[in-house]
C-alpha cells in the first residue's frame, strides 16, 4: 500500500461516522437489513458508539428479535447511563416479553431524565392500559399527546371513553 492510498483511506472515526449516516438513511428508507449491516459495521469499528446500538437495538425488535434488542440496549446503557431513549426503548422491549415491571421502571427513569420524551410517555400509559389503572394512563397519554404526538391523542381519546363506562 502506497502513501497515497494511506491518504485516501478515511480515518476509521470518519469511517464511522461515514457508516452510521448510512445506516440512518437506510432506516429511513425502510431498509432495515442494509441498516442492520451499516450499523454492526459502525459497533465493529467503535464498540463504544450508543446510537448504533440503540439504532440497531431498535431494528431488532422490529424484527422480533427481542433477546438480540435487549442485549444491544443494555450495552449501550453501560456505555452511557444518561440516555432516555435508550432506557424508552429498553421498557419496549422489556413490555413486549411480558416484564411488565422491569418496563415500567425503564420509562419512569426515562420520563426523569428527559421529561419531554413523548415515546416513554405514550409506553408508559400503554402500560398502565394493561393494568387498567386508567387515571395513571391518562396522565400519560396526556402528556405524549401535549408533546406533539399523534397516538398519544388518539390513546387519550380511548382511555376517556374507558374512563366514562
Do not use: K
Not at 397516538?151 to 366514562?164: N, P, T
Amino acid at each position: 500500500m502506497s502513501d497515497n492510498d494511506l491518504e485516501s483511506m478515511p480515518a476509521e472515526p470518519e469511517r464511522a461516522l461515514s457508516l452510521y449516516e448510512d445506516g440512518i438513511h437506510r432506516a429511513l428508507s425502510l431498509d432495515l437489513e442494509g441498516a442492520s449491516r451499516r450499523f454492526e459495521e459502525v459497533i465493529a469499528l467503535d464498540p463504544r458508539h450508543v446510537g448504533a446500538r440503540c439504532n440497531l437495538g431498535a431494528i431488532l425488535r422490529l424484527q422480533g428479535r427481542t433477546d438480540e434488542a435487549l442485549g444491544n440496549f443494555q450495552q449501550a446503557l453501560r456505555i452511557d447511563a444518561g440516555q432516555a431513549r435508550t432506557l424508552s426503548n429498553l421498557g419496549a422491549v422489556f413490555h413486549d416479553q411480558g416484564r411488565i415491571q422491569d418496563a415500567e421502571l425503564a420509562f419512569c427513569r426515562a420520563i426523569r431524565l428527559d421529561p419531554t420524551l413523548g415515546e416513554a410517555h405514550y409506553n408508559l400509559s400503554l402500560l398502565y392500559c394493561r393494568r387498567q389503572q386508567f387515571d395513571r394512563a391518562w396522565n400519560h397519554a396526556r402528556e405524549a399527546a401535549g408533546l406533539g404526538m399523534r397516538e398519544g391523542a388518539v390513546l387519550l381519546e380511548e382511555i376517556e371513553r374507558l374512563m366514562e363506562r
